[in-house]
């Protein structure tokens, strides 16, 4: 088990250009979800996905933003027309959820977008 | 949505010292979890604890589900606990993170 893996590690990108991110999560992990943040705030759910369904999308999130997992195994986070304001910390995270139970959340490093 | 405080929000302490993070919330939850980001900025989970107690190592978490707050004990602090801590909440979905502790242990 390799934990959750995310990359780049670091992107800087121009504003208006389109950045793309993949997160691989822990192999028997069936949640993967997509959170931001930025200095001096917790983590904010964007999006997250059980098996190749993506269920749940924050209403914050922009119509520029779209998430994908096409076979329940990694996922990608495009960002379109980026934007200064996107310019924050993308994390990934999974989970093993079955039925109605929880169980715990483990992040990876993060991919740290910068846009000039 | 559901508000997620927790206080305080830096914490300065010797090495060897105790402490107490406090973290309530507005509704009732199935899930909550901690946090520490270390300075690197990587995510540990700490406790998936929607209520009772647990304890691991110098860390213990109790989380009082009826009353809507959970407490994260650190005792003998060392300079590797130094970061930020998370508690986040929520359902059998998503978690709301709070804003966090930051705290900075001093040899």
């Known amino acids: 088990d390799t934990g959750v893996s995310q990359n780049p590690r670091h992107k800087i990108t121009k504003r208006g250009q389109n950045v793309t991110f993949r997160c691989d999560p822990i192999?028997?992990?069936?949640?993967l979800y997509w959170y931001r943040q930025t200095l001096g705030q917790g983590p904010e759910f964007l999006t997250y996905?059980?098996?190749?369904?993506?269920?749940?999308k924050s209403r914050l999130l922009s119509d520029r933003f779209s998430a994908e997992r096409p076979k329940g195994s990694f996922s990608t986070l495009e960002i379109q027309r980026t934007e200064q304001g996107d310019s924050a910390m993308y994390l990934c995270?999974?989970?093993?959820?079955?039925?109605?139970?929880?169980?715990?959340?483990?992040f990876g490093s993060g991919t740290q977008l910068s846009v000039l | 949505g559901i508000q997620v405080e927790q206080s305080p929000p830096d914490l300065i302490l010797q090495e060897g010292a105790n402490s107490t993070l406090r973290c309530n919330f507005s509704?009732?939850?199935?899930?909550l979890q901690w946090f520490h980001q270390n300075p690197w900025g990587q995510l540990i989970n700490l406790f998936y604890i929607p209520s009772g107690t647990k304890q691991n190592g110098r860390l213990s978490a109790t989380t009082v589900a009826t009353e809507r707050y959970s407490l994260l004990y650190i005792s003998s602090s060392q300079t590797t606990d130094s970061g930020v801590y998370f508690c986040a909440v929520g359902g059998y979905s998503t978690l709301t993170f709070g804003k966090g502790t930051m705290l900075l242990v001093s040899p």
């Open positions: 995270a999974s989970s093993s959820n079955r039925g109605r139970t929880n169980e715990k959340l483990f």
């Open positions: 509704d009732s939850v199935n899930n």
């Open positions: 192999s028997e992990h069936n949640r």
């Open positions: 996905f059980q098996n190749e369904a993506q269920l749940e």
